[in-house]
């Protein structure tokens, strides 16, 4: 299979395509690799997967450039004519938006907009893009499910990708196109983010610096190990989206439609509050942090927790990792690669 994986530096999107490369098929990755958080880090991963890629034999091509480029993203479908797209890459970050808006047009609608152009007109079998569980903003039914509306964003970050979700629908109902959208809930693990929870707790518990602990405390969040994420991403991919033979349009579902297209949460389905997450970095580490409890951030939202039930009746996705077992993995590698 031939698959173009844009994002494949940053975070979930350097596991994805590693993954694939470990299978056998070809990848074409694409990212700018830009200085949104240390890129130190982002090369690393791409010298990852330029091994992986020689370890197993497989193809692999590597496209350093800005997805908000259209003629660039036109010329990568053109000369690698990809038969699947695991759209990965964007301006991530809920509190970023605060700051910089425009930074999100660019990379969550210019190049969104970019990315559904190029799978149209060079006949793409499958689409599979990134969401998040952001989307569910104001709600406070839980688990949050993917049949409810998402009508009332938070910040920013989440309308951008709220409108990713309708950009995608239009495309799949006027051109055909299969699409995935996947609603992703706190993801974390081994070469995670600087700018997450997990990798800034156990920076400052190390450098004897107090954490930023905001809510008191008391949020929830469904962590999902990056491993498992990866497990449900690829299922997805494999598996085409279709229309919904028995959508009704006196009653619309949210996440199918008489198109070829689905939402899916992909979660843990198991929330955990912040102070339990903190008691298992410090259990990891040997070491007590110093807390500075502080109220909850504009556009934070208190709660998450994910009904994964849909994914796992369409692709056999179930998450099997505990948040115990994923934090030892993550310290283990960050006092590794930092030598800490």
Same mark, same amino acid.
């Given at each position: 299979?031939?698959?173009?994986?844009?994002?494949?530096?940053?975070?979930?999107?350097?596991? @994805?395509? &590693?993954?694939?490369?470990?299978?056998?098929?070809?990848?074409?990755?694409?990212?700018?690799?830009? *200085? /949104?958080?240390?890129? @130190?880090? &982002?090369?690393?991963?791409?010298?990852?997967?330029?091994?992986?890629?020689?370890?197993?034999?497989? *193809? /692999?091509?590597?496209?350093?450039?800005?997805?908000?480029?259209?003629?660039?993203?036109n010329d990568a479908f053109e000369a690698h004519k990809p038969q699947r797209v695991i759209h990965l890459a964007a301006q991530a970050g809920v509190r970023y938006s605060l700051e910089n808006p425009h930074a999100y047009v660019q990379s969550n609608l210019v190049a969104f907009t970019n990315i559904l152009e190029a799978c149209r007109h060079h006949r793409v079998e499958h689409l599979t893009y990134a969401s998040t569980s952001s989307v569910y903003g104001a709600n406070t039914k839980m688990p949050f499910s993917e049949h409810e509306s998402v009508d009332h964003p938070l910040q920013f970050y989440a309308a951008t990708k709220k409108a990713n979700e309708l950009m995608a629908h239009s495309y799949s109902h006027l051109y055909r196109l299969p699409t995935t959208g996947l609603r992703f809930f706190t993801v974390y693990g081994p070469w995670g983010r600087p700018d997450m929870a997990l990798f800034l707790f156990t920076r400052n518990i190390l450098a004897d610096e107090p954490i930023p602990v905001f809510n008191h405390g008391?949020?929830?969040?469904?962590?999902?190990?990056?491993?498992?994420?990866?497990?449900?991403?690829?299922?997805?991919?494999?598996?085409?989206?279709?229309?919904?033979?028995?959508?009704?349009?006196?009653?619309?579902?949210?996440?199918?439609?008489?198109?070829?297209y689905r939402l899916f949460n992909i979660g843990n389905n198991n929330p955990v509050k912040l102070s339990a997450y903190i008691e298992a970095i410090e259990d990891a580490l040997g070491k007590k942090a110093t807390k500075d409890l502080l109220p909850l951030q504009p556009g934070d939202v208190p709660d998450t927790y994910a009904d994964s039930t849909e994914l796992e009746r369409a692709v056999g996705y179930k998450p099997a990792t505990p948040v115990k077992e994923g934090i030892a993995n993550f310290v283990a590698w960050y006092r590794e690669f930092y030598n800490a």
């Open positions: 299979m031939n698959n173009l994986v844009t994002g494949n530096a940053g975070f979930i999107g350097f596991h @994805t395509a &590693k993954r694939l490369l470990e299978r056998g098929d070809s990848v074409i990755g694409f990212d700018v690799v830009n *200085d /949104y958080y240390d890129p @130190t880090i &982002k090369e690393a991963r791409l010298e990852i997967l330029e091994a992986t890629a020689r370890e197993h034999g497989s *193809d /692999y091509t590597f496209i350093r450039a800005d997805l908000a480029d259209q003629q660039t993203v008391h949020h929830t969040r469904d962590f999902t190990y990056i491993d498992d994420i990866v497990e449900g991403v690829v299922r997805a991919s494999d598996d085409i989206a279709a229309p919904n033979p028995e959508w009704n349009s006196d009653a619309p579902d949210p996440a199918t439609s008489n198109a070829p």
